[in-house]
C-alpha cells in the first residue's frame, strides 16, 4: 500500500495522539496485520501484537487472545461490514481507533485490484461516536486533522482545510 511513500503528517499525528493517551509499559492488540506504523510504534517502546490477516467481520477470536489492556484500530473499521461486532468483543479496557472521514466531495474508495482494500463504511465523526456510545465505549478525547496531498487539483486543495481523519480515545464503560 505505501511501496513509493508514507503518510508521514498522518503518522506523526497519530503517534502524538497515542503517546497522550497510551503507556508504552501497555501491551497493546493492533487490528490489522504487521504494517509501516505498527512499526513506527514499537520504534517508540510500545509493545505491540497485530491480528494475522484474518477476516474480522467473520473470525474474532484474536480479540479474545492474549492480555492486552490496550486495543488500536487504525484505519481499520471503514473497512469491515460489521464493526459493530468487533467493538463489542475487545477485551481490552482502552481504544484508540482512527478513520479516515467521510468526504462529501468524493466517493467511497474501491480498489478495482485488492479485494482488501475497500472501503464499505464511509464514516462521519458522530457516526462513529454513536457506534462507539452503542457497543460500551466513553469516548474521552477526540481529533480531526487534515492531510493535504503535493498534487494539484480541486480534490487536492479542498483536503488542505477539509478534515480527513477522526481519532478518538475511548474507555470501556464498565
Known amino acids: 500500500m505505501y511501496e513509493k511513500t508514507f503518510p508521514n503528517k498522518r503518522f506523526k499525528h497519530t503517534l502524538a495522539f497515542l503517546q497522550k493517551h497510551i503507556s508504552p509499559s501497555e501491551a497493546i492488540l ?41 486495543t488500536t484500530a487504525f484505519e481499520i473499521f471503514e473497512h469491515l ?14 481504544l484508540v481507533i482512527s478513520i479516515p472521514m467521510r468526504l ?17 463504511h464511509e464514516f462521519e465523526d458522530w457516526q462513529l461516536d454513536w457506534l462507539l456510545e452503542k457497543t460500551g465505549w466513553k469516548i474521552l478525547d477526540r481529533e480531526k486533522f487534515t492531510n493535504p496531498v503535493k498534487q494539484i487539483g480541486i480534490r487536492p486543495l479542498l483536503r488542505r482545510f477539509t478534515p480527513r481523519y477522526y481519532i478518538v480515545y475511548a474507555e470501556k464503560v464498565k
Do not use: C
Open 30 to 70: 493492533d487490528l490489522g496485520v504487521d504494517n509501516p506504523f505498527s512499526k513506527i510504534m514499537k520504534e517508540n517502546g510500545y509493545t505491540v501484537t497485530n491480528t494475522k490477516g484474518e477476516d474480522l467481520d467473520i473470525d474474532q477470536r484474536a480479540l479474545a487472545e492474549g492480555n492486552y489492556p490496550v
Open 104 to 120: 462529501w466531495f468524493s466517493p467511497a474508495y474501491r480498489s478495482k485490484t485488492d479485494m482488501w482494500d475497500r472501503h464499505y
Open 81 to 94: 461490514l460489521n464493526p459493530f461486532t468487533v467493538l463489542q468483543n475487545i477485551q481490552s479496557d482502552k
